[in-house]
């Protein structure tokens, strides 16, 4: 076992972790942050989507230990400070961006990466960068338009 | 996945020191490597993540080479490379956002997957590839299915791309795993041209020869008119057959070609 110390959603946390102790596993069972979906532990549905200094990241594909010294932020980091929706996901709320709400975390967290390098992304731009990001309920329509809206109201 | 002990490294000579342990494998960008891990395909003792080392970070670029440090993600290729746009463009569409945001150049080529997007560029630039212990030109370094000519511990620290006159990558995407179903890198040199093609062989990326003479007399889409691809020792998968790989072979050459 290892100590790992990392900041999550602005707090300074850190926790005893294995080798092989995923970053999934780390916010979720150390830090009883589950907002972050495990659909498939493969790396390909993208349900786990965290941010890593920035950088969307499949918290699935990435050791706890490798996140030292880092700066995460999860879907429950996306909230405004007084506990409200963020604009993001008011945006998938009022656009009925969501069915079953599975994939939803890692949608909330890619298209966050997407408005800050791209503010102002083409209906094909949104659809591009949700390649990894696989949803089984909304068929993608109300996701893009709620990406539309969250960068119409930023 | 079995435990194994994670090692990270501030330095390349610590790197290599920690690489020289029996049962010690890198750990870049674990794109790959911790799905297989997942799958117990692997079980090292010890991983040496080379993520926390800056001197195998970045991108730059002087007459006619881009260089880039085998820790470099695709994201930053992608980003970043500015004179040789084939390949910028080839890292910006490799996987999705999350994946290039961790993978890196220097696992790709080392993994040397039969469908990866970077072996194909590599081999049609003749990329040298420079490791702790020597510099193997891209010709020597592919040797078959998941094969390369690197020893146990030895790390690629840097890849030299000399920059075409014009070149094209064309990736017929598999879309569920998002690797290449075939995918054809052009790259032409004066009068010399290189076809390198991924994703079709099941001895991995190689060279289509009767194109590149072809191309290097007419450098047009149609002087591959009359060329037929063998498929024989193409890959068949539920995604594709033998023959259908040889046309795309075909078809994806002359689209490069033709976008040159
Ligand atoms: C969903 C998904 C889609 C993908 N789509 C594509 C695609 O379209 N095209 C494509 O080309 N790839 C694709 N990939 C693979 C991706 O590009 C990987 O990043 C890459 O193959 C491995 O790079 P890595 O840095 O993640 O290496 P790792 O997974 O960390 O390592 C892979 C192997 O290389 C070794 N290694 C790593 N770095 C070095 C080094 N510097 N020197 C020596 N050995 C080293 C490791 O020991 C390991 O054996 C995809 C992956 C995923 C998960
Ligand atoms: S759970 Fe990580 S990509 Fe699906
Ligand atoms: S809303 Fe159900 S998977 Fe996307």
Redesign the pocket.
């Known amino acids: 076992m290892a100590t790992v110390t990392m900041t999550v959603n602005g707090k300074s946390v850190s926790g005893e972790v294995e080798g092989r102790t995923l970053l999934s596993d780390f916010v979720r069972n150390n830090l009883n942050l589950t907002g972050t979906h495990i659909g498939c532990d493969t790396?390909?549905c993208g349900a786990c989507v965290v941010h890593v200094n920035g950088k969307a990241v499949k918290s699935c594909?990435m050791f706890a230990l490798e996140a030292e010294g880092s700066s995460v932020t999860t879907i429950e980091g996306m909230a405004n400070p007084d506990g409200s929706l963020g604009t993001v996901q008011q945006a998938f709320q009022d656009n009925h961006g969501l069915q079953c709400g599975f994939c939803t975390p890692g949608m909330v967290m890619s298209a966050a990466a997407l408005l800050e390098e791209n503010p102002n992304p083409t209906e094909t731009e949104i659809r591009e960068y949700l390649e990894?990001n696989i949803c089984r309920c909304t068929g993608y329509h109300n996701i893009v338009k709620s990406i539309q809206a969250a960068a119409a109201a930023a | 996945m079995y435990d194994f002990a994670l090692q990270r490294p501030q330095s390349l000579n610590e790197a290599i020191e920690a690489l020289s342990a029996e049962g010690a494998?890198?750990?870049?960008?674990?794109?790959?490597?911790?799905?297989?891990l997942k799958n117990r395909l692997?079980s090292p003792d010890v991983l040496v993540s080379?993520g926390g080392i800056s001197e195998?970070q970045g991108v730059s670029e002087t007459d006619g080479t881009v260089s880039i440090k085998?820790?470099t993600t695709?994201g930053v290729v992608a980003a970043t490379v500015e004179s040789y746009p084939a390949l910028a463009s080839l890292a910006g569409?490799?996987?999705?956002p999350a994946?290039r945001n961790?993978?890196?150049i220097?696992?790709?080529l080392?993994?040397n997957?039969p469908?990866?997007?970077?072996p194909a560029a590599a081999l049609a630039s003749n990329a040298s590839i420079t490791?702790n212990k020597r510099t193997i030109s891209a010709s020597d370094f592919f040797m078959g299915l998941f094969e390369t000519s690197?020893d146990e511990g030895?790390?690629?620290?840097q890849v030299d791309f000399p920059v075409p006159d014009a070149a094209n990558y064309q990736?017929f995407d598999q879309p569920a795993?998002?690797?290449?179903l075939v995918g054809v890198f052009v790259a032409k040199y004066g009068n010399d041209v290189r076809v390198a093609v991924t994703g079709a062989s099941e001895d991995g990326v190689f060279r289509w020869s009767e194109a590149e003479s072809a191309l290097a007399s007419n450098f047009s889409s149609s002087a591959i008119d009359g060329l037929e691809v063998d498929s024989e020792g193409m890959i068949e998968d539920i995604h594709g057959s033998k023959s259908y790989r040889a046309n795309l072979v075909k078809v994806m050459t002359k689209r490069a070609v033709a976008a040159c």
């Not at chain 2, 494998?25 to 297989?36: H, K, R, Y």
């Not at chain 2, 469908?115 to 970077?118: H, K, L, T």
């Not at chain 2, 795993?177 to 290449?180: K, T, V």
């Open positions: 790396s390909q594909t990894g | 494998e890198v750990l870049a960008g674990g794109q790959t490597l911790i799905p297989t692997a080379i195998l085998a820790g695709h569409n490799i996987g999705d994946v961790r993978g890196t220097g696992g790709s080392a993994n997957d469908s990866a997007c970077y490791t690197l030895e790390l690629i620290t990736k795993s998002r690797f290449a």
